[in-house]
Nanobody, 125 residues
Framework: QLVESGGGEAQAGGSLKLSCAGSAYILENCGMVWYRQTKGKEEKLVSVRKDGTPVYEDTVKGRFTLSHDRSKNTLYLEMNNLRPEDSAIYYC???????????????????????WGQGTQVTVS
């Protein structure tokens, strides 16, 4: 299970820090991804490689930073220099297909689907 928090309102140029809490196995071994969704459009923002290195999409590169606090089993997405177009619902999720073969100690699927959090709203004005 994944639980996001930290969304809210910010002014353009401001910052917010989102959290994604989950099991240590999922956060470490399931190719975690941050997405955002606006009006039915889903956009990938950053994904985590097997070695833990984050890979950022161009739209957020240099503004967003992913970190992983293993003592708290939590991923963070620090968002700086926010723009109105960053307004969206933000989700963290596992990526079973990309993480296939990374580890055999657990599952990156909830039933037949990737793990998804409930989302957290970010509004930038």
């Amino acid at each position: 299970q994944l639980v996001e928090s930290g969304g809210g309102e910010a002014q353009a140029g401001g910052s917010l820090k989102l959290s994604c809490a989950g099991s240590a196995y999922i956060l470490e071994n399931c190719g975690m991804v941050w997405y955002r969704q606006t009006k039915g459009k889903e956009e990938k923002l950053v994904s985590v490689r097997k070695d833990g290195t984050p890979v950022y999409e161009d739209t957020v590169k240099g503004r967003f930073t992913l970190s992983h606090d293993r003592s708290k089993n939590t991923l963070y997405l620090e968002m700086n220099n926010l723009r109105p177009e960053d307004s969206a619902i933000y989700y963290c999720a596992s990526d079973f297909v990309r993480a296939r073969g990374w580890s055999s100690g657990g599952s990156c699927l909830r039933g037949a689907f990737n793990y998804w959090g409930q989302g957290t709203q970010v509004t930038v004005s």
